[in-house]
């Protein structure tokens, strides 16, 4: 059973970055396409990047290209979400998600059966 495990949240500054790290136990992520969501207060969960298993494609949701990139390292069996210029409405609770989609190109923002636990990001001065 593959368990995901997020990290790196926090409270950082308006122009600032942090990098979220998404790993992985009981299974390797090599066959895992991967999505980062993101869910604010009041508001519905929304996909921010994906990455597919093949490590590309990529996918962006609009307010984040630009700003976030989705790097995944198989060798450490790990994930990441490097956020830069970060703005107050990014703030939210940030997820990943993995799924063993038959293309090994699919990259979407729904369909995934894994899920972390969440970690908590504040982007305030």
């Known amino acids: 059973q593959l368990q995901l495990v997020e990290s790196g949240g926090g409270l950082v500054q308006p122009g600032g970055s942090l990098r979220l790290s998404c790993a992985a136990s009981?299974?390797?992520?090599?066959?895992?396409?991967i999505g980062w969501f993101r869910q604010a207060p009041g508001k519905e969960r929304e996909g921010v990047a994906c990455?597919?298993?093949?490590?590309?494609?990529?996918k962006y949701t609009d307010s984040a290209k630009g700003r976030f990139t989705i790097p995944r390292d198989n060798a450490k069996n790990t994930v990441y979400l490097q956020m830069n210029s970060l703005k107050p409405e990014d703030t939210a609770v940030y997820y990943c998600?993995?799924?063993?989609?038959?293309?090994?190109?699919?990259?979407?923002?729904?369909?995934?059966?894994?899920w972390g636990q969440g970690t908590q990001v504040t982007v305030s001065s």
């Open positions: 998600a993995a799924d063993l989609f038959n293309d090994q190109d699919m990259c979407v923002f729904s369909g995934y059966d894994y």
């Open positions: 009981g299974r390797t992520l090599d066959y895992y396409a």
């Open positions: 990455i597919s298993r093949r490590g590309r494609p990529t």
